[in-house]
């Protein structure tokens, strides 16, 4: 890549990205401005510590003038389309420039990066497991708790699984990593880009720029995927595919069948059976298959892979077992926080009790009525309990809570000797909790308190 115009770089959010984007630019001899609309004590001390100037909460014309006389623009990941920083750069001709862009200069070592709506996380980490397991040194970065921006100060790594978020993705200028999968697509932060097709745009932008030798992975059962893999350009990048209803690349034999008595195939033949696997609902079957062709596409050993993918227990938060009482088994699902991510995640049951709520992003919840069955009752809660209760009070039965604990009470009274409760929101976190993380630690301290532990 040529040289980037960050002698006189702009920084607009000064959370942990912004402050390892700032930390970069100023090892490197470069002195950043910062803006934060909502700054802070440590966020103060953060830059003061850094000898940076921070302009908290600027006016229109301060924020003008800190665009306008800046080389570029640096966001940070989760900044909205509509934060007036952008029509500012665009009207006055200031390039936008992703963490991404910055470390692809200072850095060449390889990157396998990982974009879509659900699963990136799980994928990633299931990844820089498999590459260590095979001998490479890997670290998990980027929509982590660790830029990539500051993983490349590590001179031990020789791989990095990039977890790509469509906000780093949308703002980057040539991002080009050796292995691009895109697990899967649907509507998510709305409330954040301009519209579905930016945001689909900016995940379809993980393949615009390979390079000769590049492998793109793709999910071969999502139609939107599949559109945008049409279009990459054969003769450089190695085209893979992984499907759960189709004898692809990497797929399961037999295709679309009982998942219980199937084996999992890569191009070299089968490395694992589904019944090998910690986890085996459709959806892990399917993050087990991608997170294999990224895998072995980066060099990791068969070997591996399977070791690997046979010992993977999943992540918090992510259709978590927290244990089973009275015949019913209770699931902790927050990082569910879009109605795809609850779709999918109750598709392997037989019979769910759904607490289902929080704060919606902008999204219509009408796809959550698919889930019936296997759903037969609901718990709404939160500040879309409101859009939670029309979806389903026609089909099943619905309750709302007004707490975490009353949600706990009112899944049990539903609930019955063979039923999952899940919670699985399909909305973020943020009308009740400071985050999905914490919402699913209550959660799981209630289920055990009430339920498990009596």
Avoid at 173 to 190: G, T, Y
């Amino acid at each position: 890549m040529t040289a980037l115009p960050i002698e006189a770089p702009l920084l607009v959010g000064f959370g942990v990205t912004g402050r390892a984007v700032a930390r970069a630019l100023v090892d490197r001899g470069f002195s950043p401005v910062v803006v934060d609309d909502r700054p802070n004590p440590e966020s103060e001390v953060a830059a003061r510590a850094m000898g940076l100037r921070l302009v908290g909460t600027p006016s229109e014309a301060q924020l003008d003038e800190l665009v306008n006389s800046a080389s570029a623009l640096l966001p940070s990941p989760g900044l909205p389309d509509h934060h007036p920083a952008f029509g500012l750069a665009r009207a006055n001709g200031i390039p936008v420039l992703s963490e991404f862009d910055l470390a692809r200069v200072w850095d060449d070592r390889p990157i396998l990066a990982i974009t879509g709506t659900n699963g990136k996380t799980t994928v990633t980490m299931m990844v820089t497991e498999i590459l260590n397991r095979s001998g490479i040194r890997a670290e998990a970065v980027g929509n982590t708790e660790l830029p990539l921006v500051a993983a490349i100060d590590d001179p031990s790594i020789e791989t990095f699984v990039v977890e790509a978020s469509s906000f780093r993705l949308a703002h980057s200028r040539r991002f080009s990593p050796r292995v691009a999968a895109w697990l899967n697509f649907a509507p998510d932060h709305l409330d954040a880009h301009h519209s579905l097709e930016a945001y689909e745009q900016a995940k379809a932008s993980i393949w615009s720029h390979l390079t000769d030798g590049s492998v793109a992975i793709a999910n071969a059962d999502d139609p939107v995927v599949m559109a945008h893999a049409a279009a990459i350009d054969a003769g450089s990048t190695r085209l893979e595919r992984f499907s759960l209803t189709e004898r692809v690349e990497w797929s399961v034999d037999p295709p679309g069948g009982d998942f219980a008595s199937a084996a999992l195939h890569g191009p070299d033949g089968p490395f694992l059976t589904v019944a090998e696997l910690k986890r085996s609902q459709p959806h892990d079957v399917a993050n087990a298959l991608a997170a294999a062709a990224i895998a072995r596409s980066g060099g990791a050993s068969l070997d591996a892979i399977a070791e690997t993918l046979a010992t993977f227990a999943g992540l918090p938060h992510r259709l978590e077992p927290i244990g089973t009482a009275d015949g019913v088994t209770w699931y902790n699902d927050s990082k569910a926080t879009v109605p795809h991510a609850t779709v999918v995640a109750v598709a392997g049951f037989d019979s769910v009790v759904l607490i289902a709520g929080g704060k919606n992003k902008g999204l219509a919840m009408d796809s959550l009525a698919s889930t019936v069955p296997p759903v037969r009752a609901v718990v709404a809660t939160g500040a879309a309990a409101e859009e939670i209760t029309a979806v389903f009070d026609s089909l099943v039965p619905v309750d709302r809570a007004d707490s975490m604990e009353q949600a706990v009470d009112l899944a049990r009274k539903f609930a019955r000797p063979g039923d999952v409760v899940v919670l699985s929101p399909a909305c973020t976190s943020f009308d009740w909790y400071a985050n999905y993380g914490e919402r699913g630690r209550d959660f799981t301290r209630l289920v055990h308190e009430k339920v498990l532990d009596t």
